[in-house]
């Protein structure tokens, strides 16, 4: 399924109560649905940089202090949306109707459950309404900052069980490997291309492991469970793409690396590196063996 990224400005009325700005959807399957305004995250932006152009666009006001509050998840038939979701404040300008929109209104976050919001906004919309006030919005806020760190603080590449496993490859013999290759499905995090496998080092809670089946976080269980679900679908898509290229994927838990599984697993994981026989390949470093270069 696509998945369409959007940025939303949820507007504060700047004073001392809870307002909020609102429309009312103008266009489309979805017309006379309230929302908050936004649109889709051009290439080369960021998501508060989207934020900040499309409202101008779509109110004519110019918008700071942008707080990132929430982040939607949310399957419609024909797509995936995933919309990041700002507090701001006006800068500059006066919030005028476009001709997408039946309505604009100010409205008290206490009562955004009497509109008839679309159908992806309804969690974002409880969640407003627990931030009523300025101290429960800055916790709100903190708790996602938070949270967002810990997310961009699980590296990608040469995390200690992918160490793990490469140090047992090299005891074994197996080099000639590629790191993070990008020429087959799936970047893997290890690839023998002449022996056409592809091993994928799996953390166990953003793989969702099905041996140690990690707990879902009990805040905004929705963007968690959404997210999970595009994890595992794009692992299982890459496995099968690998399969139909004649590859053979291997996936490697992070709980299989413990003290007391890791002989079992590794035995099992160069057993069939070996069974594999090497040959020649063509467009890597102009068709030389798997051998031919080693990564530490």
């Known amino acids: 399924m696509k998945t369409v990224r959007v940025a ?8 001392d109560s809870d307002n909020v700005l609102a429309v009312k959807r103008g266009y489309g399957d979805m017309k006379g649905l309230w929302e908050f305004p936004g649109g889709k995250v051009e290439r080369g932006e960021t998501p508060a940089d989207a934020c900040r152009r499309e409202l101008a666009e779509e109110l004519d006001v110019r918008v ?4 990132d509050f929430y982040t939607v998840e949310y399957d419609y038939p024909e797509f995936h949306l995933s919309m990041e979701c700002f507090l701001c404040d006006i800068a500059s300008g ?3 109707r476009s001709d997408r929109q039946l309505d604009i209104r100010w409205i008290s976050r206490r009562s955004l459950a009497e509109l008839t919001w679309m159908p992806a906004d309804r969690d974002l919309i409880r969640a407003l309404a627990a931030a009523h006030d300025r101290e429960a919005e800055a916790k709100l806020v903190k708790r996602r900052r938070d949270s967002r760190r810990s997310m961009q603080g699980n590296k990608r590449a040469d995390t200690k069980p992918e160490l793990l496993v490469r140090q047992r490859l090299r005891a074994a013999g197996l080099t000639g490997y590629r ?3 990008k020429k087959v499905p799936g970047r893997p995090d290890i690839a023998f291309p002449g022996r056409k496998i592809a091993i994928f080092v799996n953390g166990c809670f953003w793989h969702r492991c099905p041996k140690c089946k990690p707990s879902v976080p009990k805040r905004n269980t929705e963007f968690w469970e959404a997210k999970f679900r595009r994890n595992v679908e794009r692992d299982a898509r890459a496995t099968a793409d690998l399969q139909q290229a004649g590859w053979t994927p291997i996936t490697i838990w992070e709980c299989e690396l413990k003290r007391d599984t890791i002989d079992e697993t590794m035995d099992r994981v160069i057993e069939t590196v070996r069974a594999a026989a090497p040959h020649r390949t063509q467009g890597v470093h102009h068709g030389c063996t798997e051998t ?3 990564h530490a």
């Open 292 to 294: 031919d270069h080693q």
């Open 94 to 96: 006066e919030p005028t």
């Open 8 to 15: 939303a400005g949820i507007v504060c009325a700047g004073d």
């Open 179 to 181: 790191l993070q290759w």
């Open 64 to 67: 700071c202090n942008l707080r």
